[in-house]
């Protein structure tokens, strides 16, 4: 056996060894719960160490088809089983560290990585600052705000072939194709007569919103491989049909921010059929309208498109005061009161620490903010704030802005139709997930968050790999 052989072996036995203890400790005091963790944790040890594409690839079926699917919807799996995407992760960057150690691997550097560093020194200084516990901050806190940027840099590090990224994205493609039939299910055979929230489909209940932003990133991926390959003549009727999940969902706000993300990204690289796809846009629009009308007689209301286009400052409306019931607030009240708070308490700059606006079904744990309002974690906008401050949220808004221009110098270089085209419809998602905020907790939504840096993980190593960054 060689030398790289024996040290993945050891350190297999070793890794597995030390997740089984650390796992019956945290347990001690609920052994009925061990198994579930115990059981994944230890073969995803084993699969990780052996094949990276296999535990990304078990990673996009927990992600996408079975957590919340098979645990929320047909109780097949214990809700524990949402952690496993992020065992994987962090098992993957286990390995790179491994490697990184004992077999020198050189770690690329990336143009985010300044930024990411100044984002943890400012997380812990806040958290040290807030007094915030140790545990609240690690599993409520940095977990959700780091494990983004830790996929990002494994997918970068560990040396996919950029077949195995194509097959990824073609794959995300396909499940999002199969949100439609999965969603009609729902509505008509599975939940018929429940609320939206069973209409999420694979991405679980209370998932709608989620599901039509996510649906929309990849229905820009595919008119970016319209604009750039017109041969292909499949990209309009699977947008068309992409749209049924929205319409389902009665996810409103798409309805905004689908026109401007096409918009956005028919200013980058599509000039000279501008004219043509703002008829396409326009008659987009007049489908919505359709829609809307076909909607109302089938759930007895209408979906909001006269409302949201016709009506001024419906949205701002809407989204200012509280539900029906006063069971939540609007997305911009939430924000507003976000502001307020922090400037009551005098941590505009840094906010209230990590973990202070989450909570944890894992041991029942809950920020310092939410035991008191649990809606910050409505808006990404309002959850950084509140645990990061205004600075938190200056430097995740640079990070985006950096992989942005990471992604328009590939798009300029790259010469390949299958890359040209999936970097062209990144745009569109930089565009929609950013503008989101305001509206969904995207970057802790895993589905959203997997899918916008993979593909920034991609592009970053195709263009390494050919010189072009």
């Known amino acids: 056996m060689n030398f790289s052989g024996r040290i993945q072996k050891h350190y297999i036995i070793f890794l597995v060894i030390g997740i089984s203890i650390g796992i019956l400790h945290v347990y001690t005091l609920n052994m009925s719960a061990m198994y579930q963790v115990l059981l994944p944790a230890v073969m995803?040890?084993?699969?990780?160490?052996?094949?990276?594409?296999?535990?990304?690839?078990?990673?996009?079926?927990?992600?996408?088809?079975?957590?919340?699917?098979?645990?929320?919807?047909?109780?097949?799996?214990?809700?524990?089983?949402?952690?496993?995407?992020?065992?994987?992760i962090l098992l993957l960057l286990t390995k790179l560290i491994v490697l990184s150690v004992f077999e020198r691997k050189k770690l690329q550097s990336t143009p985010i990585d300044l930024l990411v560093l100044l984002f943890f020194f400012a997380a812990i200084t806040s958290m040290i600052i807030n007094n915030i516990p140790p545990i609240i901050a690690l599993v409520t806190g940095f977990r959700k705000a780091f494990i983004s940027f830790i996929l990002f840099y494994v997918v970068v590090n560990l040396d996919f072939h950029e077949n195995f990224y194509k097959k990824i994205i073609n794959f995300l493609i396909v499940i999002a194709l199969l949100q439609v039939p999965i969603t009609l299910l729902q509505t008509f055979v599975w939940f018929p007569g429940q609320s939206v929230d069973y209409r999420g489909g694979?991405?679980?209940?209370?998932?709608?919103?989620?599901?039509?932003?996510?649906?929309?990133?990849?229905?820009?991926?595919?008119?970016?491989?319209?604009?750039?390959?017109?041969?292909?003549?499949?990209?309009?009727?699977?947008?068309?049909?992409?749209?049924?999940?929205?319409?389902?969902?009665?996810?409103?706000?798409?309805?905004?921010?689908?026109?401007?993300?096409?918009?956005?990204?028919l200013s980058h690289g599509a000039s000279k059929k501008l004219g043509k796809y703002l008829m396409t846009g326009c008659a987009i629009l007049i489908l919505l309208g359709a829609a809307d009308y076909v909607n109302e007689s089938v759930f007895g209301d209408k979906l909001g498109f006269e409302r949201l286009y016709l009506t001024p400052n419906y949205a701002v409306d809407y989204e200012s005061v509280?539900?029906?019931?006063?069971?939540?607030?609007?997305?911009?009240?939430?924000?507003?009161?976000?502001?307020?708070?922090?400037?009551?308490?005098?941590?505009?700059?840094?906010?209230?620490?990590?973990?202070?606006?989450?909570?944890?079904?894992?041991?029942?744990?809950?920020?310092?903010?939410?035991?008191?309002?649990?809606?910050?974690a409505r808006t990404q906008l309002s959850r950084t704030l509140i645990e990061f401050g205004f600075f938190g949220l200056l430097v995740n808004f640079l990070i985006i802005y950096q992989v942005y221009r990471m992604n328009k110098k590939f798009f300029v270089k790259i010469d390949d139709i299958y890359w040209k085209s999936v970097s062209h419809g990144f745009f569109g998602i930089i565009f929609l997930f950013t503008a989101a905020t305001v509206y969904a907790n995207i970057w802790y939504s895993t589905p959203i968050a997997f899918s916008f840096w993979f593909i920034a993980g991609a592009i970053f190593n195709v263009g390494k790999n050919r010189g072009i960054l």
């Open 322 to 376: 509280a539900a029906e019931g006063g069971s939540y607030m609007g997305r911009l009240q939430i924000i507003n009161y976000t502001n307020q708070l922090l400037a009551q308490k005098t941590s505009l700059f840094l906010g209230l620490g990590p973990g202070a606006g989450g909570h944890s079904e894992w041991r029942g744990l809950q920020g310092t903010q939410y035991t008191e309002f649990t809606d910050f």
């Open 202 to 265: 694979t991405l679980g209940v209370n998932a709608t919103g989620a599901t039509a932003l996510w649906v929309s990133g990849i229905i820009s991926i595919i008119i970016a491989f319209s604009l750039n390959n017109p041969k292909m003549k499949w990209q309009k009727f699977f947008v068309t049909i992409l749209l049924i999940p929205t319409f389902i969902g009665r996810a409103l706000a798409v309805l905004y921010f689908l026109p401007t993300t096409l918009l956005f990204l």
């Open 44 to 88: 995803f040890a084993l699969v990780v160490f052996v094949n990276s594409k296999i535990a990304i690839t078990l990673m996009v079926l927990f992600v996408y088809l079975i957590t919340d699917w098979f645990s929320v919807y047909f109780s097949i799996l214990p809700r524990s089983f949402t952690w496993v995407s992020d065992i994987i």
